[in-house]
C-alpha cells in the first residue's frame, strides 16, 4: 500500500489493470478507517480502479503499475458476475459502506475515424505481441504489425485468439517502447487476415 483512506487507496501491482475495472482486496485496514466489518481481522472490499500509472519496479525489469482505486462496498454489483472484464465509474453520491458506481459506457475501438477522439495513422509500426493468461503471466508471444495506430490504441494483425477484455502486452524495438492494452474487440481485413482493436492502458503511444 502506497497511501489509504476510508474512500479508496494507492498501491503498486505486477500485473495491468486499467480504470473501470472492479478489483477485489483483502486488507489489514486499521479499524477506525473502516466502513463495515470492524472486528474482522482482515477488511475485504471492493474497488473501483480510477487511474494505472507505470511504474518503476525493484528489478527494474518486472513490469510493476501504480493503482489508484475508489472503495464501493462491501459486494460488487449483479452485472459484474456476468462479465469481470465490465467497466464502471462512480455515479456521484456515497452511500455507507462506499461510492456508488454504474456500468461505464461500452467503448468501440472499431468506430469510423469521423467518431474517434483520436486521430489513427495507418502506420505498419512492426511489434513483439505477448498475450497474457488469467494468471497473468505470458503465454502466447508473436511478432506482428499495426495497421494502424493511435496516442490511445491501435489495430493489430494477430493469429491468436485473444478474448475481449483480456490484457496484452506490446513492444515495438524501433520505437523503444512498450505499453499494456486490452482488447476491445476483433475484426478481419480486407484481405480476410484477423485482427485485434487494442486500447492503450498504462500510456500513451507518441504518434504526433
Partial sequence: MLDVTPFGAGFTLKRPTEAGRLLHMTIPMPRPLRVFDHV?????????????????SEDKKTPCFEVGVAFVGKRPPASYEEDPARRYEIAGSVTEVGISIEEAGNVQPAQTSNQRTHTRHNIPVGM????????????????????????????????????????????????????????????????????????????????D
Fill in 40 to 56: 474482522e481481522d482482515q477488511y475485504k472490499i471492493w474497488g473501483l480502479v480510477r487511474y494505472v500509472i507505470p511504474a518503476i
Fill in 128 to 207: 513483439s505481441l505477448e498475450v497474457f493468461n488469467e494468471k497473468g503471466e505470458v503465454a502466447h508471444t508473436e511478432s506482428t504489425v499495426t495497421e494502424n495506430i493511435s496516442r490511445k490504441g491501435a489495430t493489430v494483425y494477430s493469429t491468436f485468439d485473444v478474448p475481449v477484455g483480456r490484457f496484452i502486452r506490446l513492444t515495438s524495438s524501433d520505437y523503444n517502447l512498450t505499453v499494456h492494452g486490452v482488447v476491445r474487440s476483433h475484426s478481419k481485413g480486407t484481405s480476410g487476415m484477423p485482427r485485434i482493436h487494442v486500447e492503450f492502458v498504462d500510456r500513451e503511444w507518441p504518434v
